[in-house]
């Protein structure tokens, strides 16, 4: 028998050298990424994560070795400056979910009692318990920051401070970058949703709400993390930034229309009044 060539040992050995090479490379790619991610969350706990926002959690874990980062929060806080009072979002699960290659993507779930505060027009303060079926959103970055965001809330039921329960079987928010002007494109929808404290009746069979943030590039340092929210609505509200709605489609007890008139304007500005 002849002895094997050089050259038929390397084309042996090569696709395992090359295979091992590749999985050392993506395990280490990993755990760099790991540790540094749970370098700065341990140094955000408790802490501005960007301007005006402040997060805190009672534990973390990290896994999802090799190809994605996930984390799991335990009884997360997040609490955000807004002009009318603080809003304020806890979540005794949450969870992100990262790809550590291709497009910067975060996903998001939580799961178990969510608790939502803010600060109305009236100066009143809400707080609003709820636990839903599911609740998902994700989070797109690009360039310019933050280019696109969705939420998704499926089957959900709740109450409020004054003990007003409702329930809804779906609520949807989208938000990104326009592709052709300077602003930000807006959607919210709902599916029978019913509270008697809603601004469209007590029971909204669907709700369907199509605007715009002119002014966008207003926002480009929020998006960008580098500042907060206050600053962004003053430069906003410095350039005469306004929200318009395009297209309003709602079906409910109190009213049914496909056009956004002037009696509407007070209750859709309800809907983002403590956000401005």
Do not use: C
Request: without cysteine; hydrophobic residues 45%; charged residues 20%.
């Amino acid at each position: 028998m002849l002895p094997m060539k050089y050259s038929s040992r390397f084309w042996l050995y090569a696709p395992l050298v090359l295979f091992l090479a590749l999985a050392l490379w993506v395990m280490g790619h990993w755990w760099i990424l790991a540790k540094d991610l749970d370098r700065k969350l341990t140094a955000m706990n408790g802490h501005q994560a960007i301007p005006g926002i402040t997060v805190s959690w009672a534990s973390k874990t990290i896994s999802g070795f090799p190809f994605r980062v996930d984390v799991i929060f335990t009884d997360l806080l997040v609490r955000a400056e807004a002009p009318l009072g603080p809003i304020t979002w806890h979540s005794d699960r949450f969870a992100l979910h990262a790809l550590t290659y291709g497009r910067t993507q975060d996903i998001f779930e939580a799961a178990g009692p969510q608790a939502l505060a803010w600060t109305d027009a009236d100066n009143a303060r809400h707080q609003l318990s709820f636990l839903p079926a599911s609740l998902h959103a994700s989070a797109i970055s690009g360039d310019r920051g933050l280019s696109r965001f969705d939420l998704d809330m499926m089957n959900a039921g709740g109450k409020d401070t004054d003990g007003t329960g409702f329930t809804a079987a779906r609520v949807q928010f989208h938000m990104r970058h326009d592709p052709k002007a300077d602003a930000l494109d807006l959607m919210l929808s709902a599916l029978e949703v019913k509270n008697p404290a809603t601004p469209f009746g007590d029971h909204v069979k669907k709700l369907e709400i199509y605007g715009r943030v002119t002014e966008g590039s207003s926002f480009a340092r929020l998006l960008e993390g580098r500042s907060g929210w206050m600053d962004a609505i003053r430069a906003w509200k410095h350039r005469n930034g306004e929200i318009v709605t395009d297209k309003v489609d709602i079906e409910s007890t109190a009213l049914t229309t496909k056009d956004a008139g002037p009696e509407l304007q007070p209750s859709l500005r309800a809907l983002l009044f403590p956000l401005y």
